[in-house]
């Protein structure tokens, strides 16, 4: 998997799966579809995007089509297809790609979409020293430049 990951977010009045698909006419192909939506939804965006990845907390067990994301320290049973986790630290990150193909590492800015999460932020510089050149993603108060 290279380049953009979108994250859905349940923000109030916006629906993830059309944002997506929007999305994927402009050349997005990873998702992460972090809230719970219908399998008829699940099953329009494997039409259409090449990796979506489903949050363990709403589907412990994916379709065959699917990846599987995990939440921060779980621990990653072998998998056989695609499969990542969210991970906090260097710790984290080395414990999860023994077994993951990738990791979301956060959070780098402040995040906006949680204003009242005060851990503190990595910034690029330890960002980048933690991932190494490795599969991992950066997450957290990343807006468009």
């Not at 990845?53 to 699917?66: A, E, G, L």
């Not at 402040?110 to 999460?117: E, F, L, T, V």
Request: hydrophobic residues 40%; aromatic residues 4%; proline residues 9%.
């Amino acid at each position: 998997m290279r380049g953009v990951l979108a994250i859905t977010a349940a923000l109030h009045g916006v629906d993830p799966v059309r944002r997506v698909l929007t999305l994927s006419h402009h050349g997005l192909k990873n998702v992460l579809v972090r809230d719970p939506i219908s399998e008829a939804e699940l099953q329009r965006l494997t039409d259409a995007i090449e990796t979506v990845i489903v949050h363990q907390r709403w589907c412990p067990n994916p379709p065959d089509r699917c990846g599987l994301h995990h939440a921060s320290g779980v621990r990653i049973a072998p998998f056989d297809r695609f499969t990542g986790a969210s991970c906090h630290s260097a710790e984290q990150v080395d414990d999860a790609l023994r077994t993951a193909n990738y990791a979301l590492l956060s959070p780098v800015f402040r995040p906006i979409s949680k204003p009242r999460d005060m851990r503190p932020v990595l910034g690029p510089d330890q960002f980048l020293a933690i991932a190494g050149g490795r599969p991992v993603f950066a997450l957290g108060g990343l807006t468009p430049a």
